[in-house]
């Protein structure tokens, strides 16, 4: 879609002058509502964290006020007339009748009347109230069930510090100490009150109550207050669930680090157990200076970001509406301009497409009406030029077809008769270069074959005079004669590389797919010294007649080469055979080696060449295997490419073409070299040779 748009205004001067008058607004208005996004939610968030800072001081104030009052209610109690009286008559059931009255009527969760030790002057205690955090013991002594009331378990709660605890069992505690002083400055006893603040409900909603009373937050939002025991939530009014309390689940690890490992206020937004707030926290600090706490208020964050969200919504519609009005005054007041200039692209759309069309009359009298009436009488005088230019081209049209035609015929029986040369002159070549080396390899035998076979003559003689003399150094006699009998074994060996056609075996009617299966057990032992996958696929139907030793070479030859030039891994060889037409069968060995270029390619048939590392092939293979199958009349191909692997296609004809001459030459050379040596009645024989391929 953005490629049409623009190919529109490339091709449009209406788009064109548009896009210049509508681009510039089109790139402010993002920026516009970008900022004004930003700076709204800067702004509004601002001034959230502002209330809610106040909130989480109206809290604190709160909190420290409620522990004075329980401070003061205790002073109360100890200057009471009452409590007095009771004191000068020594009654402590009377004392703690009125202690139990107040601890019951003002929320104490313990109150008790602690007295000196008799024999010992009492200094004078100064009144004090804070924070202590006591032990499940500790509660259990100060009044009975205390412990029981606290034991909270812990809930798994997301984005909190990893713990292994599961249970709260200690208590938070407003303490209050009151001394109470006689008239002579003696003290007499001591007020202990305490309020937990552990599962206090009344406590945690009067602050509540009193820090976000009606009309402090909008619609939908709720505003909570909590106290922590560290970072669990002993008394809180924040929902988990509905109608429950999220008393036992923790708080973030972010806040956690802040506010009791650094000691510091943390107000931003939370995600406080199961919604976001605009969260306040502080530290709670007991009577000796220790942070064991948090004092959270915070409220909904969902119903100011609704609120922000639709203002903002409201804000882009009226930005948008007032670009649409001004991108239609635009479009109606432009219309003038473009109306000639679309005029003159139809007419040259028109003209292209062989059509006689003109801007024709322009309402208006400006540059424009000026340029279509030039327009117009340019292109009459171009259509005119254009008929009689018309009737030349149509007379050289003809002349030029006709030499055409002619010049691509002579082309294509040029290039049939380039590829005939080529590929009889490398057949030829190869021919040569192949009967070069047969000539030279057969001088080479017959020269050293007769001096091997007056050696074993003498041998022969030699043993059969010395009889039993010859025992001391018989097995020497006997390596002598092996070692001339390996050597006539290796002149045979390199003839039948040199000349393979020479030793074509018998001819039997074969089937190719099942020799291609024969052979996989040949090259078996290939795939252990590097992997690779065979593939399969055999179609042909056509039996063919060929030795099928001899053919068995080729294929293990070819497959050899093919699993040296695979990568390390993934290496894939596959064979295929099929018929080629009613000729014959023709079998194709793929791979997806290293491949070779262009001059490699024209060389790889040649003797003594290889593409293998220095060292590691004779360079006869590929020669041999060529020659072997030319003996039959048949073909090997080769197309390959750097990089992409190599195709080899071996073409065999169903009936074998053998000239005279090639027969003859051949049964010469089997009479030139013989390929058995006379046997010695005391020498061991030599193991018997077979045909092999380079």
Same mark, same amino acid.
């Given at each position: 879609?953005?490629?049409?748009?623009?190919?529109?205004?490339?091709?449009?001067?209406?788009?064109?002058?548009?896009?210049?008058?509508?681009?510039?607004?089109?790139?402010?208005?993002?920026?516009?509502?970008?900022?004004?996004?930003?700076?709204?939610?800067?702004?509004?968030?601002?001034?959230?964290?502002?209330?809610?800072?106040?909130?989480?001081?109206?809290?604190?104030?709160?909190?420290?006020?409620?522990?004075?009052?329980?401070?003061?209610?205790?002073?109360?109690?100890?200057?009471?007339?009452?409590?007095?009286?009771?004191?000068?008559?020594?009654?402590?059931?009377?004392?703690?009748?009125?202690?139990?009255?107040?601890?019951?009527?003002?929320?104490?969760?313990?109150?008790?009347?602690?007295?000196?030790?008799?024999?010992?002057?009492?200094?004078?205690?100064?009144?004090?109230?804070?924070?202590?955090?006591?032990?499940?013991?500790?509660?259990?002594?100060?009044?009975?069930?205390?412990?029981?009331?606290?034991?909270?378990?812990?809930?798994?709660?997301?984005?909190?510090?990893?713990?292994?605890?599961?249970?709260?069992?200690?208590?938070?505690? /407003?303490? %209050?100490?009151? *001394?109470?002083? +006689?008239?002579? @400055?003696?003290?007499?006893? &001591? #007020?202990?009150? $305490?309020? =937990?603040?552990?599962?206090?409900?009344?406590?945690?909603?009067?602050?509540?109550?009193?820090?976000?009373?009606?009309?402090?937050?909008?619609?939908?939002?709720?505003?909570?207050?909590?106290?922590?025991?560290?970072?669990?939530?002993?008394?809180?009014?924040?929902?988990?669930?509905?109608?429950?309390?999220?008393?036992?689940?923790?708080?973030?690890?972010?806040?956690?680090?802040?506010?009791?490992?650094?000691?510091?206020?943390?107000?931003?937004?939370?995600?406080?157990?199961?919604?976001?707030? /605009?969260? %306040?926290?502080? *530290?709670?600090? +007991?009577?000796? @200076?220790?942070?064991?706490? &948090? #004092?959270?208020? $915070?409220? =909904?964050?969902?119903?100011?970001?609704?609120?922000?969200?639709?203002?903002?919504?409201?804000?882009?519609?009226?930005?948008?509406?007032?670009?649409?009005?001004?991108?239609?005054?635009?479009?109606?007041?432009?219309?003038?301009?473009?109306?000639?200039?679309?005029?003159?692209?139809?007419?040259?759309?028109?003209?292209?497409?062989?059509?006689?069309?003109?801007?024709?009359?322009?309402?208006?009298?400006?540059?424009?009406?000026?340029?279509?009436?030039?327009?117009?009488?340019?292109?009459?005088? /171009?259509?005119?030029?254009?008929?009689?230019?018309?009737?030349?081209?149509?007379?050289?049209?003809?002349?030029?077809?006709?030499?055409?035609?002619?010049?691509?015929?002579?082309?294509?029986?040029?290039?049939?008769?380039?590829?005939?040369?080529?590929?009889?002159?490398?057949?030829?070549?190869?021919?040569?270069?192949?009967?070069?080396?047969?000539?030279?390899?057969?001088?080479?035998?017959?020269?050293?074959?007769?001096?091997?076979?007056?050696?074993?003559?003498?041998?022969?003689?030699?043993?059969?005079?010395?009889?039993?003399?010859?025992?001391?150094?018989?097995?020497?006699?006997?390596?002598?004669?092996?070692?001339?009998?390996?050597?006539?074994?290796?002149?045979?060996?390199?003839?039948?590389?040199?000349?393979?056609?020479?030793?074509?075996?018998?001819?039997?009617?074969?089937?190719?797919?099942?020799?291609?299966?024969?052979?996989?057990?040949?090259?078996?032992?290939?795939?252990?010294?590097?992997?690779?996958?065979?593939?399969?696929?055999?179609?042909?139907?056509?039996?063919?007649?060929?030795?099928?030793?001899?053919?068995?070479?080729?294929?293990?030859?070819?497959?050899?080469?093919?699993?040296?030039?695979?990568?390390?891994?993934?290496?894939?060889?596959?064979?295929?055979?099929?018929?080629?037409?009613?000729?014959?069968?023709?079998?194709?060995?793929?791979?997806?080696?290293?491949?070779?270029?262009?001059?490699?390619?024209?060389?790889?048939?040649?003797?003594?060449?290889?593409?293998?590392?220095?060292?590691?092939?004779?360079?006869?293979?590929?020669?041999?295997?060529?020659?072997?199958?030319?003996?039959?009349?048949?073909?090997?191909?080769?197309?390959?490419?750097?990089?992409?692997?190599?195709?080899?296609?071996?073409?065999?004809?169903?009936?074998?073409?053998?000239?005279?001459?090639?027969?003859?030459?051949?049964?010469?050379?089997?009479?030139?070299?013989?390929?058995?040596?006379?046997?010695?009645?005391?020498?061991?024989?030599?193991?018997?040779?077979?045909?092999?391929?380079?």
């Amino acid at each position: 879609m953005l490629f049409r748009i623009v190919e529109s205004i490339r091709r449009s001067v209406r788009h064109k002058l548009l896009a210049l008058a509508l681009i510039p607004v089109a790139l402010v208005l993002p920026i516009a509502l970008a900022g004004l996004t930003a700076w709204g939610a800067s702004f509004t968030y601002d001034q959230l964290f502002i209330k809610v800072n106040t909130d989480l001081a109206v809290a604190h104030d709160t909190f420290e006020r409620i522990q004075s009052d329980h401070l003061d209610l205790l002073a109360s109690l100890g200057e009471s007339y009452r409590f007095r009286e009771a004191l000068s008559r020594g009654d402590q059931e009377a004392m703690h009748q009125l202690a139990d009255e107040l601890r019951d009527k003002a929320g104490f969760s313990f109150l008790r009347v602690v007295y000196p030790v008799d024999d010992v002057v009492a200094q004078p205690v100064e009144p004090h109230v804070g924070i202590e955090i006591l032990e499940p013991g500790d509660l259990e002594r100060l009044r009975p069930g205390l412990a029981d009331a606290v034991r909270l378990p812990l809930l798994q709660t997301r984005r909190a510090r990893p713990t292994e605890r599961t249970v709260e069992n200690r208590g938070m505690v /407003i303490r %209050a100490w009151q *001394p109470v002083i +006689d008239t002579s @400055g003696r003290l007499e006893a &001591i #007020l202990d009150g $305490g309020m =937990l603040l552990n599962n206090n409900f009344d406590f945690v909603d009067a602050i509540r109550d009193l820090v976000y009373g009606p009309g402090s937050l909008p619609a939908g939002s709720i505003g909570t207050v909590t106290v922590f025991l560290d970072d669990v939530r002993i008394s809180t009014n924040v929902p988990r669930v509905a109608g429950a309390r999220a008393l036992g689940t923790r708080v973030s690890e972010e806040v956690s680090r802040a506010v009791l490992d650094q000691g510091e206020k943390w107000i931003n937004r939370a995600f406080v157990v199961n919604d976001w707030y /605009i969260s %306040a926290y502080e *530290p709670i600090v +007991d009577v000796t @200076g220790q942070r064991v706490g &948090i #004092l959270y208020a $915070g409220y =909904l964050e969902a119903p100011f970001r609704a609120t922000l969200w639709k203002t903002l919504g409201l804000v882009l519609l009226l930005i948008v509406g007032l670009i649409g009005l001004y991108v239609v005054l635009a479009i109606r007041g432009a219309k003038s301009i473009f109306r000639p200039v679309e005029r003159m692209s139809h007419v040259v759309q028109a003209s292209r497409l062989g059509k006689t069309l003109r801007v024709g009359a322009v309402a208006s009298k400006d540059e424009l009406a000026e340029l279509a009436h030039e327009f117009d009488a340019m292109l009459d005088r /171009i259509e005119s030029h254009a008929t009689e230019m018309q009737r030349w081209a149509e007379q050289l049209e003809d002349k030029v077809a006709e030499r055409t035609a002619e010049l691509q015929h002579r082309n294509a029986e040029l290039q049939r008769t380039i590829t005939v040369l080529r590929e009889t002159r490398r057949q030829l070549v190869m021919a040569e270069k192949l009967a070069a080396i047969g000539e030279l390899t057969a001088g080479v035998a017959h020269e050293i074959n007769n001096p091997t076979q007056v050696m074993l003559g003498n041998l022969d003689v030699l043993v059969a005079e010395l009889g039993d003399r010859l025992d001391p150094v018989r097995d020497e006699v006997n390596l002598v004669i092996e070692q001339i009998y390996r050597i006539q074994a290796i002149i045979e060996k390199l003839l039948k590389y040199a000349r393979p056609g020479d030793y074509a075996g018998y001819l039997t009617d074969l089937d190719v797919n099942q020799v291609v299966r024969d052979t996989l057990a040949l090259v078996s032992p290939l795939r252990k010294q590097k992997p690779f996958v065979l593939n399969l696929e055999l179609k042909a139907t056509i039996p063919v007649s060929i030795n099928e030793q001899e053919l068995q070479q080729v294929l293990v030859n070819l497959i050899s080469n093919a699993a040296h030039a695979l990568p390390e891994r993934d290496g894939r060889i596959t064979v295929i055979t099929e018929d080629w037409e009613q000729k014959g069968v023709c079998v194709t060995i793929a791979d997806n080696g290293a491949g070779m270029d262009e001059q490699q390619s024209s060389q790889i048939f040649n003797p003594f060449y290889s593409t293998k590392p220095q060292g590691q092939g004779t360079g006869l293979g590929l020669s041999v295997s060529y020659g072997l199958i030319r003996r039959y009349g048949g073909n090997i191909s080769v197309t390959s490419q750097p990089g992409a692997g190599s195709r080899f296609s071996i073409w065999l004809l169903q009936q074998p073409q053998l000239t005279e001459d090639e027969e003859t030459l051949a049964e010469q050379l089997h009479a030139t070299v013989p390929h058995e040596a006379p046997e010695l009645p005391t020498a061991r024989a030599p193991s018997e040779s077979r045909q092999v391929g380079g």
